[in-house]
């Protein structure tokens, strides 16, 4: 049973650096999946026995990328490590990211990154824990996940198109600048600013 695991993994691995390469060659869009199989040495049934498409094959690589890596290290309350870590692979592999994060529509890197950081932030965020400490209905595990997912997002994917110049640890600080205050402190500081 653990060799199949293994062997599993490995054509996983096989199937997602065959696409990695084209992808750095061409739009994902214009990727077949015969391309894919003819660059890994597979043949066409071994690519479905794995993925459905090439759009799953692009999220597996995401989250064995980048998500995973995360997880131990969240574990322990090390998130800035984290997300430097998710930074720095972007940044180790950018012409894959950046062909990525062009790709729009369903199935896009934004709606791929939106949905996997809001499942992280659930899994984390204990229902009745959230319903003790926020009095607002409307304001459900679910929808305080994706607004926060939203916003890291965001600050992702800006990132990517500005060409991933700023450095990950710079980037981590600018982020969990805005984590830690709120748009009304922020306007406050500039209001009392201009005061002086």
């Known amino acids: 049973m653990n060799n199949k695991s293994e062997n599993t993994k490995s054509i996983d691995m096989l199937l997602a650096d065959s696409f990695k390469r084209l992808v750095e060659k061409k739009p994902i869009e214009k990727i077949t999946i015969r391309e894919i199989t003819d660059l890994a040495g597979v043949i066409r049934p071994t690519f479905y026995n794995h993925f ?15 998500f995973e890596p995360m997880n131990p290290l969240i574990d322990k309350g090390e998130l800035s490590q984290a997300v430097e870590g ?14 990525a994060f062009r790709l729009t ?29 926020i009095y607002y209905q409307w304001l459900t595990p679910k929808r305080v996940a994706y607004f926060f997912a939203g916003q890291i997002v965001y600050v992702v994917m800006a990132w ?30 500039v209001e009392a600013e201009k005061k002086l």
């Open 52 to 66: 459905q498409d090439k759009y799953e094959l692009l999220e597996w690589i995401i989250v064995t990328d980048l």
């Open 86 to 99: 998710a930074l720095v692979t972007m940044q180790n592999e950018k012409e894959f990211y950046d062909r």
């Open 105 to 133: 529509g369903q199935n896009s890197f934004g709606e791929i990154m939106t949905d996997h950081v809001a499942q992280m932030i659930l899994s984390r965020l204990p229902e009745v824990t959230l319903r003790e400490k």
């Open 160 to 189: 990517i198109e500005d060409g991933m110049k700023v450095p990950p640890r710079e980037l981590v600080g600018s982020f969990m600048y805005f984590c830690n205050h709120s748009t009304i402190e922020m306007v406050e500081m």
